[in-house]
């Protein structure tokens, strides 16, 4: 006898006879109803979401929702999500800056005090599992036409090597002329340097030590405090600082640079943190020599993070003053010099160098820093990579260390055009950096010309991508609504179930524990089509659960106790009932993501053996492979299903 459906189907089928029965009786809106509640009849099928996995939306209590701009997963299993002053100037203005908790394993949410504005910050993971914010929102911008004061670099010295000097926001300096300006922040400058030098006459006498002072200098943005022309100036004049007396007012001065009325770009901070994911909160440290807004932190093969770009205290992109921090120390000191646009993707590779696969976000030149390369910060030499295909549009684009590591493939997915270019490309493509001469290769073409693509490497060693928009911050309405699996072996993409909710710039998605990926955020510049209503930021979350957690989802592996760390040999053996069930298994290191750049995540491929209740994996020793750090440990089976993660620290 035939099966006969259930009755909660026969329902669902009834509902859509009848449906099409008013659409067929002339009813235009029925015809949308109709295809969309096929739809959501469709996709909630257990055998499409075992082909294409499936969606949902976290129901986000109304005090946690925030403007998610950063994303960073922590040894702890929670998310980081931090806004700061989420691009919203009346938040700026008030001093008001969000960071989130989120726990996924729960579903709870925690808000945590946020002590500067780290909107457009940096950050990376550090080897003890703390996460390293560094720079962020000194000033927000002023576009063309809305200047109505004029603005500007001012150098502050201090002739005094005995102290340094410490200048409160508002400190006002009064030039030559009588005009005043006002600073807006605080700058600290510091004491002089003095020097002494032995002197020797010519018949070789010695005579009295030489003194010679060389000021300290810092530079703060400083803003007239009429509106109109008068205050405009390009002359260089030594200018007085109201408030100071006596030798203060002798030994310190501003030095003003170009003073103009127009645009005033996003001003920086040097501020840096560590949070600490078990006291759960923000812990300052040495702060950074440049101020730094839209920065790339990026670990390096010893622990240490290196500072790259960056827009400076007055708005201008850093030249290439880099810097590196050290953990151990919490201190910074100068790194090797090279120019990169903003939020440049700089990815660790054998031997310790970086490469650069062109991607980057937001500021620079079209003619400057845009030239994939690999990066040797030893001899800091810079070997261009040639074969990318409309390498005028590499900025929004993604990119990412394929998996697994050991592989040492990057791949450079979409992008756009310089600044608020309309232009985007559908262009993915791949460099083998174990060639003698590397060079791109096209991979597939995605579905459409595409921005902000959040991607991220599975425990199967596929590479999930979703969302984007194929306009400037989804301008015209042109967010995508679709994702798709990209097979590093077959160099094929294959369809994925389509996300409900559009995502462009200020997007982030990410890998959890369990084996779903997290989407988050959306920043798009207009709400309509014809670009006349004003966006709004995305602040719902969508889970997405991959094809193989709805085919084996009850069955997946399961790792049992284990050690936090390998041992000496780098070898780690976990209890687990069914060994004969593993085929795989993967270290991935957690995700810090913003802006569509995330050089944190990698998988690497480990040894494996097995026993009749364990398996025993071993890491490779490699540290620029390998990097000092928290992990994610999955084991698959042969049908790539992962087991849930286990965290394991490595070096």
């Known amino acids: 006898m035939a099966r006969q459906p259930s ?49 949902t939306r976290i129901d986000i209590p109304r005090a946690y929702r925030t403007n998610a701009i950063h994303a960073a997963l922590l040894h702890t299993g929670k998310v980081l999500i931090v806004a700061g002053s989420g691009n919203e100037q009346k938040k700026f203005d008030k001093g008001s800056f969000d960071t989130v908790l ?34 962020g929102t000194a000033r927000y911008e002023q576009l063309d036409g809305e200047v109505r004061r004029a603005g500007g670099g001012m150098r502050v010295k201090n002739e005094n090597p005995d102290k340094a000097v410490v200048l409160k926001k508002g400190t006002v300096f009064r030039s030559p002329t009588g005009v005043t300006y006002v600073s807006r922040s605080d700058v600290t400058v510091p004491r002089a340097r003095r020097d002494q030098t032995a002197t020797y006459d010519r018949a070789g006498v010695m005579q009295p030590w030489r003194t010679t002072v060389t000021a300290g200098e810092a530079r703060v943005f400083v803003e007239a405090t009429e509106k109109g022309p008068r205050a405009v100036t390009d002359t260089e004049a030594q200018y007085e600082i109201a408030g100071l007396h006596g030798e203060d007012a002798a030994n310190t001065y501003g030095l003003s640079e170009k003073i103009t009325l127009d645009k005033q770009d996003f001003q920086g901070i040097r501020a840096a943190y560590e949070f600490d994911p078990r006291a759960e909160k923000y812990i300052p440290v040495d702060p950074m020599d440049k101020a730094r807004w839209y920065p790339t932190l990026v670990g390096l093969d010893d622990g240490r993070v290196l500072a790259v770009s960056g827009l400076d205290d007055v708005g201008t992109i850093d030249p290439g003053d880099n810097e590196i921090y050290d953990p151990r120390t919490k201190k910074w000191t100068p790194g090797p010099k090279r120019y990169f646009p903003t939020y440049p993707a700089l990815f660790l590779t054998r031997g310790g160098k970086l490469f650069y696969p062109a991607s980057n976000a937001g500021y620079g030149p079209a003619g400057q820093g845009r030239d994939a390369g690999l990066w040797d910060l030893r001899t800091n030499t810079f070997e261009k990579v040639p074969g990318l295909r409309d390498a005028d549009e590499t900025e929004t684009s993604a990119s990412l260390l394929l998996p697994p590591a050991q592989d040492q493939k990057v791949m450079i997915l979409g992008g756009g055009g310089v600044g608020e270019s309309r232009r985007s490309t559908r262009r993915t493509a791949v460099v083998d950096l174990k060639k003698d001469n590397p060079a791109f290769q096209d991979g597939p073409d995605l579905p459409q010309g595409t921005r902000y693509l959040n991607s991220v490497i599975m425990p199967d060693d596929t590479v999930f991508t979703t969302n984007g928009s194929q306009d400037y911050r989804g301008r015209s309405a042109s967010n995508i609504l679709k994702a798709q699996f990209y097979d590093p072996k077959a160099n094929t993409f294959r369809e994925a179930a389509s996300p409900t909710v559009g995502r462009n710039y200020h997007s982030e998605a990410l890998l959890l524990p369990d084996g779903r990926v997290a989407t988050f955020g959306s920043d798009p510049l207009f709400d309509d089509r014809r670009n006349t209503k004003l966006g709004h930021f995305e602040q719902r979350m969508e889970i997405y659960t991959p094809p193989a957690l709805h085919r084996n989802g009850k069955n997946r592996p399961v790792l ?70 928290w992990y994610m440990l999955f084991v698959t089976d042969a049908q790539g299903t992962p087991s849930e993660a286990k965290w394991v620290r490595v070096g």
């Open 560 to 629: 049992g106790e284990g050690p936090a760390a390998p041992d000496r040999d780098g070898r780690a053996t976990f209890a687990t009932d069914h060994p004969e069930r593993v085929t795989k298994a993967r270290l991935m290191r957690p995700s810090a993501v913003t802006h569509t750049t995330d050089v944190e995540q990698r998988s690497i491929e480990l040894g494996l053996t097995k026993t009749r209740n364990s398996v025993t994996v071993e890491v490779p020793k490699d540290p620029a492979l390998v990097p000092p750090g």
């Open 7 to 55: 009755k909660k189907t026969r329902k669902r089928l009834l509902g859509i006879t009848g449906i099409a029965v008013l659409a067929g009786l002339n009813a235009p809106a029925a015809l949308g109803l109709a295809g969309e509640t096929y739809h959501a009849y469709t996709i909630s099928r257990p055998s499409y979401q075992a082909t294409y996995g499936s969606w």
């Open 102 to 135: 989120w726990d996924p394993k729960n579903d709870t949410f925690k808000k945590i005090p946020t002590p500067d504005d780290f909107f457009c910050s940096g950050h990376a993971q550090l080897p003890d599992g703390r996460m390293l914010v560094a720079g």
